[in-house]
């Protein structure tokens, strides 16, 4: 693809550069806190006699270990026998491993106890996402000043279940990485500080890829959800999947390309069915909306404002409510589109606090007080409230 995908331009973002360094900084944080803890102390003073050094191997097998080359060799074989070193025996390797994760798991904090991480991530997301239902009222009212604002609930509750999900996530992965570098120095007959020193080292490395993995797929995964749902609401009736076209494309995406489905529809791949992108981890697909003024219906949502919707719905007014024509949707009050959970944005935000204080009115000064909300609207917004005025 010559131009940008949605996910590229949200990676060049300002908030997204200073979210990866903040996760970054969580997960050094996370190693390096367990690191001093005391854990490294304990296991070189009470489980010196697990670590394996050529002298001890030496003697166990009755060979003579010149090389550490030769060394590392015959300790892969004794792993692949499920077998590890304890003075002259040998113990159970899973018992060792499992000894370090008991240990890991008691020392370790999970990162969501660093710097408010899930509120600050929470609202990260609620950012992307926001970004994301712009995209789409931006390509469905064009120069229209309307701003996706995430106000529903059952959306938030989302991102709330997705950090939590990935905080538990974060802190497994974690756990187990740390297991396994050292159960490797042990095993390598590092000394205390060479083995401190490396895991130092591999703190920042890992934690850096981690990160960037990490922000690349919440970040796409939340955007383009919602650039899918504020879609799907407004009406749009296909989408179509799109690839980098290059030789990174993976074997799951590469059949995606071009495809084009219903709204509602699953793109399939492979046996897989993928509603929108990200198909995987640091997938750099996107979906385009096939958004056009005659495929956009209006969804207006009762709840938002006063039953407004009803009353339009109900209206048989050809250039203003959606209508069926060759089975093809028409829109016009291009401000009553759905917005992160309001239905009527930009000048028609306020129609139902208008109605109301119109219906306040005696019957017979209504049409006096409707003209005094005229200016305030759009000319599709003035007519919707018209209509639902008079012709309850």
Not at 112 to 129: E, H, P, V
Not at 170 to 193: F, Q
Not at 268 to 277: E, L, R, V
């Amino acid at each position: 693809m010559n131009r940008k995908t949605w996910g590229e331009k949200i990676a060049l973002s300002k908030e997204y550069k200073s979210m990866e360094a903040f996760a970054e900084k969580i997960l050094v944080e996370q190693w390096e806190h367990c690191i001093y803890s005391g854990l490294i102390n304990s296991v070189y003073s009470r489980y010196s006699d697990y670590f394996v050094r050529r002298k001890k191997v030496s003697k166990a097998l009755g060979e003579d270990i010149k090389s550490k080359k030769e060394l590392k060799e015959k300790i892969k074989e004794l792993q692949e026998n499920d077998r590890f070193l304890v003075d002259d025996k040998f113990l159970n390797m899973v018992a060792f491993t499992a000894l370090i994760t008991y240990l890991v798991t008691k020392n370790i904090k999970s990162v969501g106890s660093y710097y408010s991480f899930k509120s600050a991530f929470r609202n990260y997301l609620t950012g992307i996402a926001n970004k994301g239902g712009q995209d789409v009222v931006d390509a469905i009212v064009g120069s229209s000043a309307i701003k996706f604002r995430l106000s529903q609930q059952a959306y938030k509750n989302k991102i709330i279940k997705r950090v939590s999900q990935l905080t538990g996530a974060l802190d497994k992965t974690s756990k187990a990485k740390l297991v396994s570098s050292i159960v490797k120095g042990v095993i390598a007959g590092e000394t205390k500080s060479q083995m401190i020193g490396r895991l130092q080292k591999e703190a920042k490395k890992i934690a850096a890829t981690r990160s960037k993995t990490i922000l690349a797929t919440e970040s796409v995964s939340a955007g383009e959800f919602m650039r899918y749902e504020t879609a799907r609401r407004n009406g749009v009736q296909t989408k179509t999947w799109f690839t980098a076209l290059d030789e990174r494309v993976c074997v799951l995406c590469s059949p995606l390309h071009g495809q084009t489905v219903s709204i509602d529809e699953d793109f399939q791949s492979s046996g897989y069915s993928i509603p929108y992108s990200p198909a995987h981890i640091s997938c750099r697909c996107t979906v385009d909306y096939d958004i056009d003024g005659s495929l956009v219906d209006n969804y207006l949502e009762k709840s938002v404002h006063n039953k407004i919707s009803e009353m339009v719905l109900k209206a048989k007014l050809d250039g203003y409510v959606p209508y069926k024509k060759n089975k093809v949707f028409t829109v016009t009050n291009r401000e009553a589109i759905w917005a992160g959970g309001e239905s009527l944005v930009g000048k028609d935000k306020n129609i139902g606090n208008y109605y109301s204080e119109i219906m306040s009115t005696p019957i017979v000064k209504r049409p006096e007080k409707l003209l005094e909300f005229q200016e305030l609207l759009t000319e599709g917004g003035f007519v919707q409230l018209k209509l639902s005025i008079f012709n309850r």
